[in-house]
């Protein structure tokens, strides 16, 4: 079965508004000639002349008075499709967004994105999934919405990512730990005994590998798989958690933190997501309020997608 021209549908609905070829080919800016090809082709396509002369101009057969409602509508729902959206209505989409997050960013963040999804966007969900790895396949196909993380080497380089803050390592203890009093030394703090946080099973981390320039080794007898988890024996043990200070900083609450008596140890979380999604309204809606969320700033007032706009540079901005 032969694929229908498609183009023939705007010099259709032009003409059966115009009702003059003269008429129609100025407004598609093409010459009359080519307006009338278009006509015949138009003809033999539907089986109808469509427009027949009556004195010096053409009149619309039944068929043509047929379709002219509904090929004007098809005409204008094609071009809203391939326009840019400028605006959004917050209180329409009925949507649910899967975001993958590190550990501790749902503790600390989520609270004030839920927030102000429910005031802009009640009918919006928000579904977060722990970020066990940093396999790409689930954003590309669709299963994952939004990601946070650190942009490494196994970083799939067709995805978007935009840097949303920088963070560090530090050290945690709970209020009346030895270590919460006194002069902090890089030999104090390795000779306590140290909670891992791996999700791959590693036995040594950056701060080990920090530790081992200047000669010294820490006591790890612990090893979980997130910072929640690291911060809660911590809280109840004389063990020592090493943690983002951005990512715990509702965690941590009561508990005596400290720079870690290395050099700083520093990373930039990112947004991450798939091209796919860059122009979708609702999505790049949802970037802008997570970068402002992550950024402290207050919602705006007036929901334009210009304001979220992702700029040139939100490619690949690795740490």
Known sequence: MTTPDLNLLLALDVLLAEGNVARAAQRLQLSASAMSRALARLRETTGDPL???????LVPTPRALELR?????????????????????????ERTFTLRTSDGFVENFAPHLIARIAQEAPRVRLRFVQKINRDSTELRDGRIDLETGVIGESTSPELRVQALFRDRFIGVVRPDHPLSQGEMTAARYASGRHILVTRRGADRGPIDER?????????????????????????????????????????????????????????????????????????????????????????????????????????????
């Open 51 to 57: 427009l027949v002369r009556a004195g010096r101009g």
């Open 211 to 319: 530790l081992g320039l200047i000669g010294l080794t820490r006591e790890i007898t612990t090893m979980v798989g997130g910072f929640s988890t690291a911060l809660a024996l911590a809280r109840a043990s004389d063990l020592i958690a090493s943690v983002p200070e951005r990512h715990t900083g509702n965690l941590r609450a009561g508990m005596f933190s400290f720079a870690l008596p290395l050099p700083p140890i520093e990373f930039t979380v990112s947004l991450i997501w798939h091209p796919r999604l860059q122009a979708d309204p609702a999505h790049r809606w949802l970037r802008g309020c997570v970068r402002e969320i992550c950024a402290g700033k207050a919602p705006q007032k007036k929901e334009r997608l210009d304001q979220y706009t992702d700029g040139a540079n939100a490619h690949n901005q690795p740490t």
């Open 69 to 93: 409602e509904k090929v004007a509508q098809l005409v204008q729902d094609a071009q809203a499709a391939l326009s840019p959206t400028e605006t959004i209505d917050l209180s329409r989409p």
